[in-house]
């Protein structure tokens, strides 16, 4: 999948994009780490964290309760772009849209927010 949120040669996006800076987990073949999702749409999400995969490399996302497979498309430092294999489906894209508002309003980072969830969990004490 070589046109990540592309039209084919339209430069626009085939889905809108959702900015959020929501807390997510990326699991590997080799690990599980905590990242922040920076936007995401139904066919794919830009994703900051620390050794990041490179571009090709499989994964699993999941943010809150949605979980999604993709495809690494592209990785700059700490940043990358990740196709799902499976759009996600309406419902998804619009809890995460809601989500995302409630974070922008509540102005905690990503890390106090996934805290907060934790605790509210009872993950946390």
């Given at each position: 999948?070589?046109?990540f949120g592309r039209r084919s040669g339209g430069g626009r996006r085939r889905?809108?994009?959702?900015?959020g800076d929501l807390p997510a987990l990326?699991?590997?073949v080799a690990r599980s780490q905590p990242v922040v999702v920076m936007n995401v749409s139904a066919t794919g999400a830009r994703l900051?964290?620390?050794d990041l995969p490179d571009a090709g490399g499989d994964l699993l996302l999941k943010i809150d309760s949605t979980?999604?497979?993709g495809t690494v498309q592209w990785k700059r430092a700490?940043?990358?772009?990740v196709a799902f294999e499976q759009p996600l489906r309406e419902p998804q894209v619009q809890r995460l849209?809601?989500?995302a508002n409630r974070a922008q309003l509540t102005r905690l980072t990503p890390e106090q927010r996934l805290a907060m969830q934790d605790w509210t969990a009872?993950?946390?004490?």
């Open positions: 999948m070589t046109t889905a809108q994009r959702s900015p990326v699991t590997t900051r964290g620390t979980e999604a497979f700490d940043l990358c772009g849209r809601a989500e009872g993950l946390a004490r």
